[in-house]
């Protein structure tokens, strides 16, 4: 090879080697949540613990939904339409849709999609709850984070009567 091939190598291979190590560093670096302490005592509990009870406790609402199942892309740049991705059995034409997207930390959102559905003697208030969490970017800084789903789960709530009485409490539909 000659030496002006050899050098053009060498200058790709640092630069690709400086953005991966960018990268890394980017993604390691703590939660804004541990910066904005004000007494400067480190936290008592750890981010994933905090995560994980908040987790927990809405999951144990929800029936799992077998990732295995879901037939779309399991990955992506926008956690709102993965997750309305992942339920694609839902009529998007249906003006009672509501997806809310929330990001406890940097590095999770959770997505809630809920959807009414009127029958014949009761409301159907079908709820979707799909947890994703980031594990990196593409190769340029300034790209989209990349997000994964991780845990997905489904609820069906009855509402008794019409849609023009609707009474205080919901049942759970068998």
């Known amino acids: 090879m000659s030496a002006k091939l050899k050098l053009f190598l060498i200058v790709i291979l640092s630069l690709f080697a400086t953005a991966a190590t960018g990268v890394y560093i980017i993604e390691r670096q703590p939660s804004e949540a541990v910066y904005s302490m004000n007494n400067g005592q480190p936290p008592q509990f750890s981010d994933v613990n905090i995560t994980q009870e ?11 939904v077998p990732l295995e199942s879901i037939n779309s892309p399991l990955q992506g740049s926008d956690p709102a339409d993965l997750a309305l991705n992942a339920f694609d059995n839902m009529d998007s034409t249906l003006e009672t849709r509501k997806v809310e997207v929330f990001y406890p930390y940097p590095n999770q959102a959770l997505v809630t999609i809920t959807q009414i559905e009127p029958t014949k003697n009761f409301l159907k208030a079908m709820k979707y709850r799909v947890e994703l969490t980031t594990f990196g970017r593409s190769l340029f800084v300034s790209s989209p984070r990349v997000w994964q789903i991780v845990w997905a789960g489904s609820q069906v709530q009855c509402i008794p009567g019409s849609s023009l009485h609707l009474p205080q409490s919901t049942q759970t539909c068998q």
């Open 54 to 64: 908040i987790v927990n406790s809405e999951r144990a609402n929800y029936n799992t």
